[in-house]
């Protein structure tokens, strides 16, 4: 029964290795994760997470100086956290009701 499942499995991964030999352009987007649209929805969230990391990091710097120079700074960095917090949470909601749309879910 074992040496059968083997045998199986061994038939499937060679059939799998085959089509993905002879897949064109197209099959090969799809069997390498997906299409355009996904590899760049996918960047552009990634993109957004670091931006709000980023000014998240130097408003944490920027809060452990001090002066008035520093509290500017710190003011300014909250305000751009925020706003790349927006951009960041807009492209996640487009994202999400693009591949729900694309994929008939």
């Given at each position: 029964?074992?040496?059968?499942?083997?045998?199986?499995?061994?038939?499937?991964?060679?059939?799998?290795?085959?089509?993905?030999?002879?897949?064109?352009?197209q099959q090969f987007a799809q069997f390498e994760g997906g299409s355009f649209m996904d590899i760049?929805?996918?960047?552009?969230?990634?993109?957004?997470?670091?931006?709000?990391?980023?000014?998240?990091?130097?408003?944490?710097?920027?809060?452990?100086?001090?002066?008035?120079?520093?509290?500017?700074?710190?003011?300014?960095?909250?305000?751009?956290?925020?706003?790349?917090q927006v951009v960041a949470i807009a492209v996640l909601l487009i994202s999400m009701w693009l591949?729900?749309?694309?994929?008939?879910?």
């Amino acid at each position: 029964m074992i040496a059968l499942a083997q045998r199986d499995v061994m038939r499937v991964s060679i059939s799998d290795k085959t089509a993905f030999a002879t897949a064109g352009p197209q099959q090969f987007a799809q069997f390498e994760g997906g299409s355009f649209m996904d590899i760049l929805l996918t960047v552009l969230i990634a993109v957004s997470l670091l931006a709000v990391v980023a000014t998240f990091v130097i408003g944490m710097f920027a809060f452990a100086r001090n002066g008035k120079e520093a509290g500017a700074l710190l003011n300014r960095m909250m305000a751009w956290r925020v706003k790349t917090q927006v951009v960041a949470i807009a492209v996640l909601l487009i994202s999400m009701w693009l591949k729900t749309r694309t994929s008939g879910v």
